[in-house]
């Protein structure tokens, strides 16, 4: 969880999405697939709630971090499906 600088940590302006994020980014470091994968589709979910209608598709690219951690999620599952073989 960012904070601007000189901004001080208040947990109540702190959206869920980076929350969510921020377990995404350990989960990953812990190089735990698992837990991984449940927490993108929480990410996915947050991220578009209370938007458009059942018809609603998605425009918008996914953040830096966002975009980053999912990059090294698929490098840790490249790996683990490299030892199973």
Same mark, same amino acid.
């Given at each position: 969880?960012?904070?601007?600088? @000189?901004?001080?940590?208040? *947990? ?10 921020? *377990? ?27 938007? @458009? @209608? @059942?018809?609603?598709?998605?425009r918008r690219d996914?953040p830096k971090e ?20």
């Amino acid at each position: 969880m960012k904070k601007a600088a @000189g901004e001080e940590f208040d *947990a109540k302006r702190v959206r869920l999405s980076d929350r969510i994020l921020y *377990a995404l980014e350990l989960a990953i470091e812990q190089e735990d697939v698992s837990i991984a994968e449940a927490l993108v589709r929480a990410l996915e979910l947050a991220m578009t709630r209370n938007t @458009g @209608g @059942g018809e609603f598709v998605e425009r918008r690219d996914y953040p830096k971090e966002v975009e980053e951690a999912m990059d090294r999620l698929r490098d840790i599952k490249k790996q683990v499906a490299a030892m199973r073989r």
